[in-house]
């Protein structure tokens, strides 16, 4: 609860003085309730007791409370209530709220036998009861006003968690634990477990600032997503051009290195890299395929030299060549006649992207060494045997330099780790339930053998 402004506590304390000088002088009807902050009290000579309870409830009073007719003696307030059931501690509410006013009255509730109960007085058992309910009924209300506070941030993130797939297929639903959490803090208040309650609640900023968290990455990541592929779809028609002239030309038939073909398998992984979140791998592919268009682009210039050196003399073979016009503009746009400044850049910097990607699958392979070994270290599992597969050709294509090859071997690798880890590790949820398990064990065990 935020802390009252002293001078409206001033203010508020020369209103009641005033008000209680005008009983002093003469009776009159009133009412005061339980409120949020305290009472609320309302007073007058002519409107009725049942008019001023209204009055009261419309100004933040609550249902419970007292009305009747009240008097002054000295600095005591008496109330004569025309309800039943007063509550007991609405003295000792009196008494804080004046006080914090600087009011040093205090109030008693008349009885049917003409004794007064007073707020430092003995209570009776039946009181006592009524005490402890009125109690637990302030403390439910305060604990739902507190995450009523909070019910639109959780709506939000909820919703924009949802609408975002956020932990679709996530081991932790943060946003699912949420709505769970709300549901078991009602039911908490409900039952009268304050203490629990207390624990959801606090907890509750926490969540919802993790799913913002998420829901912030979420959004950068599909942002960069779409300028990656924003990128690669200006290189799409320059990249179906010359994998089409290579395969026209056969360029890369016979040959050991087929650039052509992992081009084409470049823009897979690249795209497969942006669908996983894997930026920097994705950067990495997108930023070589210039170079990879490049070589393409020399290594057809070089076949189309050689083979007009070769034909010269073949004039129907040019007649023929020359007949589909569609086709050849295509291969006359790429053939370059020798290896400009520009291209030479572009090849080295296509070698310094492949390095840069080695590095960073170097990288991942020893951030991941310890998971790594527990599972080849485990030879009865299912996994072992795809692991040591999956690093044999990693090692195998790395060392042919087939690097965006080596990669995808290097993606399975993770997936099996993945999977591995979500078999053989158990969530906090799952060990939770197996300690609350043991506990009942015990308490069973020591029901049956006390002396254990």
Known sequence: MAKADPKKLKKEGEELKALFAKIKKKQHNCAILVAKDGVVIEAHIKKSPEVLMKLAKKNGGTAKGAWGTITMDGAVLILDPINDKVPSTLPKLCKSFFGARGVKNRLEIKEPDDTASQADGAIDPLAA?????????????????????????????????????????????TAGSLKAARQELLSAIEKGDFAIAENILGAIPASIAAIEKDIAEKTADTNRAEALKARLDKLAPKIDAVIKAAEKLKLYENASN??????????????????????????????????????????????????????????????????????????DDLVVQGVSDERKAQMKKFDEAQAKQKKTMARWLERNKQDINIVLKDKKSKYNKDLVKWISAYKKLLKADRVAEAQQALDEVALVLKAYAKDFKLSSEQKSEIFAELDKIKDRLSKLMPNI
């Open 258 to 331: 087929d650039t052509a073909g992992s081009l084409k398998a470049a823009r897979q992984e690249l795209l497969s890299a942006i669908e996983k979140g894997d930026f920097a791998i994705a950067e990495n592919i997108l930023g070589a395929i210039p170079a990879s268009i490049a070589a393409i682009e020399k290594d057809i210039a070089a076949f189309k030299a050689k083979q007009a050196d070769g034909d010269d003399s073949d004039s129907s073979s040019k007649s023929e060549d020359t007949s589909d016009s569609g086709e050849r503009n295509v291969l």
């Open 129 to 173: 009861v009524d005490n402890a309910v009125d109690e637990n009924t302030q403390k439910a209300e305060a604990l739902k006003a507190r995450l009523d506070k909070l019910a639109p941030k959780i709506d939000a993130v909820i919703k924009a968690a949802e609408k975002l797939k956020l932990y679709e297929n996530a081991s932790n639903d």
